[in-house]
């Protein structure tokens, strides 16, 4: 029990936690605050993934303590201190968060009401005590969440892995078309499913970390990488019928290996290039004699529709470095 204890990793947010917690609660304690360990369990509530969920969460939760605040203290002064006012003041206080779109803060405000009920007064005193570890309680989680690891070394090896898949796909169904090799097993296709997502939840955790940034040039190119492997699951379930040995097999083929060269980020222009070649491709298809049967027509169809979604591979790519380069 003890070794499993000891193999159980802590994390960098755990840290930030525990750190933040601590933090928080000895600062309202140092202040005379009353009730003042509420503030480390805000600090724990606030404590988000990313830096924009933290403020998010701080904003709503900040906002549910307001009102929370104003139905407690109209409630208790007029009213007074009774069990049953505290279910009248949730049947205020839920529609109006929902109304706000705080609703999910909810216990956070009814715990402020509950401090309230509990010292039996509603004076500017215990409203400022209150407001207090709001503020210490939100403000140490947002202290806390003001740094965040540097991701791009890890979204890198993302970027270096699908490429290599990549790569070795391509290298694979030209393989097959030229030699009719079915040995390979296909595991880059569902690795390269995973890393995807992998990749771009990692990418958008990044862009949820810098407040000011809308979009990295990451988050960009694996949503690029995302749809051209849509266009290449595609492409190998056209081709899985294809079938004999044929000229125009062995072009698509090399066309293919020499595709396989160019799967990094690249240039415009070199994208531009390997359109070139595909319609050159296009075109040496069509001085071809016809088919001369029913087997051989269909497979040179399955070669035409590789072309168009091999078109549309290329283009996205082309997009996405125009925009790049904006």
Same mark, same amino acid.
């Given at each position: 029990?003890? /070794?499993?204890i ?5 994390g960098?947010?755990?840290?930030k ?10 600062v ?8 003042y360990?509420?503030?480390g369990?805000?600090?724990?509530? %606030? ?11 701080? $904003?709503?939760r900040? %906002?549910?303590c ?7 203290v ?9 069990? $049953?006012?505290?279910?009248?003041i949730?049947?205020?206080?839920i529609?109006t ?11 956070t405000? %009814?715990?402020? +009401?509950?401090?309230?009920?509990m ?16 503020a ?10 003001s ?11 993302? /970027?270096?892995?699908?490429?290599? !898949?990549f790569k ?10 030229r ?14 499913? &995973?890393?995807?997502? &992998?990749a ?8 949820? !970390?810098?407040?000011l940034?809308?979009?990295?040039r ?6 690029m ?8 699951e ?8 294809f079938?004999g040995?044929?000229d125009?097999?062995r072009?698509?083929?090399?066309y293919? &290996? ?10 415009k222009e070199?994208?531009?290039t ?13 001085? &071809?004699?016809?088919?001369? !049967?029913?087997h051989e ?16 591979y290329?283009?996205?790519? /082309?997009? $996405?470095? +125009?925009?790049?380069?904006?």
């Open positions: 029990m003890l /070794q499993r000891a193999s159980v990793k802590i960098f947010r755990t840290v936690t525990a750190l933040g917690s601590a933090l928080s609660i000895y309202a304690g140092w202040l005379g605050l009353e009730f360990s509420f503030a369990i805000l600090t724990i509530l %606030c404590l988000r993934e990313t830096v924009k969920r933290s403020y998010r969460d701080a $904003w709503e900040f %906002c549910a307001l009102i929370g605040i104003t139905y407690a109209l409630a208790f002064h007029l009213i007074g201190f009774h069990p $049953w006012v505290i279910g009248l949730l049947l205020f206080l529609p968060a929902v109304l706000f779109k705080v609703q999910g803060s909810v216990l405000a %009814c715990v402020i +009401i509950l401090h309230m009920f010292a039996q007064h509603v004076g500017l005193s215990m409203v400022f005590n209150e407001l207090k570890l709001v210490v309680g939100i403000g140490s989680a947002l202290l806390m969440n740094y965040m690891p540097n991701r791009e070394k890890e979204l890198i090896k993302y /970027q270096t892995q699908i490429e290599s !898949n070795t796909i391509f290298r694979q169904i030209a393989r097959f078309l030699e009719g090799a079915t040995d390979w097993e296909g595991r880059e296709i569902t690795e390269t499913a &995973d890393i995807l997502r &992998d771009l939840k990692t990418a958008l955790h990044d862009i949820e !970390n810098h407040v940034r809308v979009e990295t990451y988050y960009a190119y694996f949503l990488r995302s749809r051209q492997f849509e266009i290449i595609r492409i190998m379930l056209t081709l899985s019928a079938e040995a044929y125009q097999g072009k698509v083929a090399d293919l &290996d020499e595709m396989s060269k160019y799967i990094a980020p690249g240039t070199l994208v531009q390997r359109l070139n070649q595909l319609y050159a491709l296009q075109e040496a298809f069509k001085q &071809d004699e016809l088919p001369q !049967n029913r027509f269909e497979n040179r169809a399955m070669l035409l529709h590789f072309i168009h979604d091999m078109e549309r290329l283009k996205i790519k /082309q997009k $996405w470095l +125009i925009r790049e380069k904006r």
